[in-house]
């Protein structure tokens, strides 16, 4: 699993812990400028080593990977997981948006209590 050296390229151990689905994607993200390897922005060739910090923005998050083994072969989820330690903090939920189907008519008592629930005005 690990290279000869103790680095891998950026991209392909990005693609190698299952982050992106290809390593093309990978070096897209990178030359986007949403890799930034501890703190400065990554080219797709840059080497990563044990102890780096990556964040990676992922469908409009930001995750923080810290490398503990570099790796350049695609391995499954379990051997992945311990390639990196994830330190993204949890995601606030989605907020619930009440929406009533357009001609539905007017809110029932029942509905209306339910509407103004769900907007906290009991």
């Known amino acids: 699993m690990s290279t000869a050296g103790d680095s891998v390229r950026v991209d392909a151990w990005l693609w190698a812990v299952r982050v992106y689905k290809t390593r093309s994607a990978a070096t897209t993200a990178c030359r986007a400028g949403h890799v930034r390897v501890n703190g400065e922005r990554a080219k797709a060739a840059q080497p990563v ?21 570099p790796i350049s072969k695609r391995v499954g989820a379990a051997p992945a997981a311990e390639a990196m330690d994830d330190r993204t903090p949890p995601r606030d939920p989605t907020p619930v948006i009440a929406q009533r189907d357009r001609g539905a008519g007017r809110p029932t008592k ?9 907007r906290g005005r009991e």
Do not use: H, T
Not at 49 to 69: A, H, M, Y
Not at 110 to 118: G, K, M, T, V, Y
């Open 49 to 69: 080593r044990p102890g780096d910090e990556l964040r990676v923005r992922v469908s409009g998050f930001d995750r923080i990977l810290i490398v503990k083994q």
């Open 110 to 118: 029942r509905e209306r209590r339910e509407i103004d629930r769900l």
